[in-house]
Structures are given as structure tokens and as C-alpha cells.
């Protein structure tokens, strides 16, 4: 059971180039999510599914899509990177809908966009 | 939505003294409250969390209180001790509803030998 995982683990991107920020989960989780975090910011929500083919905003999407095909992945894209979006992601999953379950995170993904 | 805010940014304590962390929300439809750890280049860890129908939780050595009407909860931890040096996260459901975690900015928790 690998629990939460995601790649890579580092990632340097020039400016207007596009990348995608896998996640994948092996608990049969329904609810998955992707937050940032910044120095000084905390985490914060930018996408989350509560199921394959149903997603939708956090706090901070602008900038990021996402899809849901499978319960298992959870895939983040960056359409056009910019250099506001230099920080550490972490994918997180949770086994239900109810807002009372225990989140787990992934490793996190850091990202430098020059 | 949910804000929360944490105090202190940052905490030095006496290695064996006790430390608390405090947070407070503004939805007060909230009903689940974690504690994370977070160590250097490490992910978030679950510690401890509280759900609204306790006052209280303990695990050993950490605690966590709930005041629901006042719209706070607390980190205790007692006789700290090195490992307990990480950024401490609170965070607070929106709504209970399927709405993420709303994070406060961490604490980070100096245990001076």
C-alpha cells in the first residue's frame, strides 16, 4: 500500500512552458485534492474531486487544471507556467465525502519556475 | 469560506517544558479540526485531530482542545522534546461539507536543549 504518490519530485520550468503534475493514490480513496504552499502562506486548496469525472475550485485555481478519469489519479496541469507559481505542491486524499475524514498527503512536488 | 488563523508564528521552549499552539475559525458550521507536523522537505503528517462532538483529545505527550462557541482550539504538547521541532499546521473543514482543509500559516516550534 503506497498510500499517496506523486511525480516528480522537482521540477524547473521557464516561464509559458506547460507541465503536468502527476498524483496517484492506492486507497480507493473517492476525495482527492492538490494545495500549495508557499513560505509564510500555509497550505492552500487549489483543486479538489470528490469522484472520477466531478472536480472543482479551491481557493487558488487560477493558472492550474485539473481531470479525474479514475478514482486512482489525479493529475495536475499547468497550462502556462508562470513564476508566481514557483512553490511545493502536495496532492492529498481522503476515503469519503464527509468533510470529518482523515486527510493524507503525498510527498509534494517542488517546483521553480524561472 | 473559512479563515483561520494561528498564533504564535514561532515558539522557543525549553526542552521538557510544555508548548501551546492556538487557532481560531470563523465558520462556524466547521466540525473537524487536525493538527499537522511538518518537518524540513517532508510532508504534512497527521498528529492529532478533533472532531466537534469532544472538548478534549489526548495521545501521550499532545492534546488538543475545542471551543466550539468561542470558535477556537489549541495545541498542547507536555514535556517536549528535540523531535518535536517541525512547523505545526491547524486547519478547519469548510462547512463539513466536501470542501477541503482550510490551513493556518504554521507554527514553527523551536525546542532549545
Known amino acids: 500500500n503506497a498510500g499517496v504518490t506523486q511525480t516528480p519530485k522537482f521540477q524547473v520550468l521557464k516561464t509559458g512552458q506547460s507541465m503536468t503534475l502527476q498524483c496517484a493514490q492506492d486507497?480507493?480513496?473517492?476525495?482527492m485534492s492538490w494545495y500549495r504552499q508557499d513560505p509564510g502562506m500555509g497550505l492552500r486548496l487549489i483543486h479538489y474531486?470528490?469522484?472520477?469525472?466531478?472536480?472543482d475550485q479551491g481557493e487558488v485555481p487560477n493558472g492550474y487544471n485539473v481531470s479525474r478519469s479514475t478514482t486512482e489519479d489525479f493529475p495536475l496541469r499547468l497550462l502556462s507556467a508562470a513564476p508566481s507559481q514557483t512553490s511545493v505542491y502536495f496532492c492529498?486524499?481522503?476515503?469519503?465525502?464527509?468533510?470529518?475524514?482523515?486527510?493524507?498527503f503525498g510527498p509534494g512536488t517542488r517546483l521553480t519556475v524561472l | 469560506g473559512e479563515n483561520v488563523e494561528q498564533h504564535p508564528s514561532t515558539l522557543s521552549v525549553q526542552e521538557g517544558d510544555s508548548a501551546v499552539i492556538k487557532c481560531t475559525y470563523s465558520?462556524?458550521?466547521?466540525?473537524?479540526f487536525p493538527w499537522y507536523k511538518q518537518e524540513l522537505g517532508k510532508r504534512p503528517q497527521l498528529i492529532i485531530d478533533?472532531?466537534?462532538?469532544?472538548g478534549e483529545k489526548k495521545d501521550q505527550r499532545i492534546a488538543v482542545t475545542l471551543n466550539k462557541t468561542a470558535k477556537h482550539f489549541s495545541l498542547h504538547i507536555t514535556e517536549t522534546q528535540p523531535e518535536d521541532s517541525a512547523v505545526y499546521f491547524c486547519?478547519?473543514?469548510?462547512?463539513?461539507?466536501?470542501?477541503?482543509?482550510?490551513f493556518g500559516k504554521g507554527t514553527h516550534l523551536i525546542i532549545q536543549p
Open positions: 492529498a486524499s481522503r476515503r469519503g465525502l464527509a468533510g470529518t475524514d482523515t486527510q493524507y
Open positions: 486507497m480507493n480513496h473517492e476525495y
Open positions: 474531486s470528490v469522484g472520477a469525472g466531478i472536480t
Open positions: 465558520d462556524s458550521a466547521s466540525n473537524y
Open positions: 478533533i472532531r466537534s462532538n469532544v
Open positions: 486547519a478547519a473543514n469548510s462547512g463539513g461539507g466536501a470542501d477541503g482543509l482550510t
